[in-house]
């Protein structure tokens, strides 16, 4: 079974532009979409409204950094503390190019930096590379899943 994609983003268009790179991307993965940093470790430490889902973590973390109730640098810290979760690749899917914000990201553990472009053409491309880069090139850790890619039909 595929591990999901975890998905956290509060602004709607960006989830949606998100949400079609990522398809454009040919990932066969599901995509959990959580809208703020208190949801998003609910998901993932499974409380509140997750207790009750599968057991496992999600193939990648995209990870927005101004996040309503608990931000974007603060959820990767629980997930970098967490003995059950630290392995988990994080990509932080941002608009912030503040080098402190960068700085912090990269000390607290951020596999990837991933600066939002503005254009719609160079958002998808960096998305899809991103997905790509996870799918294809990298190696995870034993006993994790792959994120796949889905073969092109005609």
């Not at 079609?20 to 599901?30: D, I, W």
């Not at 294809?136 to 034993?142: H, M, S």
Request: aromatic share 6%.
């Amino acid at each position: 079974m595929l591990k999901p994609i975890l998905l956290v983003e509060d602004n709607p268009n960006d989830l949606e532009l998100t949400l079609v790179a990522l398809e454009r991307s040919q990932l066969a993965n599901e995509v959990v979409i959580v809208r703020d940093g208190a949801e998003a470790l609910d998901y993932l430490f499974r409380r509140g409204a997750y207790a009750e889902r599968a057991e496992g973590n999600p193939a990648i973390v995209l990870l927005d950094l101004k996040l309503p109730r608990v931000n974007g640098l603060e959820v990767l810290k629980e997930i970098r503390n967490a003995d059950d979760l630290r392995s988990i690749p994080v990509a932080m899917l941002t608009g912030s190019r503040e080098e402190p914000d960068l700085i912090r990201a990269y000390e607290l553990g951020v596999n990837s930096y991933v600066v939002k472009p503005v254009e719609f053409k160079d958002f998808v491309k960096a998305v899809s590379e991103l997905g790509i880069f996870w799918a294809v090139l990298n190696e995870p850790p034993p006993g994790s899943a792959r994120v796949l890619v889905r073969p092109k039909s005609d």
